[in-house]
């Protein structure tokens, strides 16, 4: 019974100590898991944010490719675009040098023609200037008329008589046929200052000048809405000047434009000048650009349209780089070229058919 006794309350201690083991166990159990999950929470937050995150870079990547695309497609259509544009330019500047290379040498051949015809005269036409014979009888037994025209039998001869001293003609005739010329050293500076930033701009005083006592005197006609259309056809290269063809048929009174006759030409008419309003024999017509009405015009204004253009074409030359003189060449060439202009203006001109 003592023992029986003893037993029982020692189960019942070890029963309690048991049961208090259980439920600690549970509580650590309860307790892991809570923290567990707490960790398995954040975990699956930081999850949610770095998927959120690399859903973003996916997109900006995406954004980074499609921009480095398009700037890749303009890159190769802008350099396509300047690979034409520089194949036009230069074919463009391949067709100006031809067609200046062109010009050139139909004025070197016109140049070579108006020498011949300078230092050759004929009995019709002959130039007392260059032949004092014809002012001078004691002269005359130095020259012989051989096929039609008149040449010089001996160099010394034409200036020079039996006894050594010239005669008072030819000393008179090289005397006017001598030009002496000094440079003014204003236009010259203002040429110089042009040259150097060579622009057709009349805002540079080189232009400016030109335009104010050449250009606008030359091109200033009865016609003043005319005159101006004229002169910007000629600041723009658009004038086109053509011959009224001739023909067999007499002489009629017209003020009509329209063209008849071969080639789209008319025969010379005795009409009013466009541009100076009046009654002349019309040998020449004029276009504005590469559409638009014919304009016919007389001989003096003619000349005065064409000493313009000559002084346009010149300094185009000179702004291409075509003009291969010095400068001091250049210079003199436009003062040349200058007094054309006025000449013409004061309706000097040389009647060319």
Not at 211 to 218: N, S, T, W
């Amino acid at each position: 019974m003592e023992g029986g006794s003893q037993a029982g309350p020692n189960s019942g201690r070890d029963h309690g100590s048991l049961s208090r083991l259980r439920s600690s166990s549970l509580e650590i159990r309860e307790k892991g898991s809570e923290i567990l999950r707490e960790q398995l929470d954040a975990a699956k937050k930081e999850l949610k944010l770095k998927d959120k995150e690399c859903e973003r870079l996916s997109q900006v990547r995406n954004q980074l490719e499609q921009e480095l695309e398009e700037l890749t497609a303009s890159l190769f259509e802008e350099a396509h675009k300047m690979v034409r544009e520089a194949n036009v330019k230069q074919a463009a500047a391949e067709k100006q040098l031809k067609e200046a290379q062109g010009k050139i040498d139909v004025l070197q051949a016109e140049v070579t023609a108006l020498k011949t015809l300078v230092l050759t005269s004929t009995p019709s036409s002959p130039n007392r200037q260059l032949h004092p014979q014809l002012q001078s009888p004691g002269t005359r037994g130095a020259y012989k008329h051989v096929g039609g025209h008149i040449r010089n039998k001996s160099a010394s001869g034409a200036f020079a008589s039996s006894s050594g001293k010239p005669e008072p003609s030819s000393v008179s005739i090289q005397s006017v046929a001598k030009e002496d010329r000094e440079m003014d050293s204003v236009l010259y500076a203002e040429f110089l200052m042009w040259k150097e930033h060579l622009s057709l701009d009349r805002s540079s005083a080189f232009l400016s000048r030109i335009y104010r006592e050449d250009i606008g005197p030359c091109l200033s006609f009865t016609r003043s809405e005319l005159s101006q259309l004229v002169q910007s056809a000629v600041e723009n290269n658009s004038l086109t000047i053509e011959p009224v063809a001739m023909s067999a048929l007499p002489m009629v009174k017209a003020s009509a434009i329209e063209c008849g006759g071969p080639n789209d030409f008319r025969a010379a008419i005795e009409t009013k000048c466009a541009l100076s309003g009046v009654p002349r024999l019309c040998r020449h017509r004029i276009k504005l650009g590469d559409k638009g009405s014919y304009y016919y015009i007389s001989p003096s204004s003619r000349a005065r349209i064409t000493a313009v253009c000559n002084f346009f074409t010149y300094i185009r030359y000179i702004q291409q780089g075509l003009v291969r003189h010095d400068t001091e060449q250049m210079f003199w060439e436009v003062m040349r070229l200058r007094r054309e202009m006025t000449v013409a203006k004061l309706g000097f001109y040389t009647d060319q058919g």
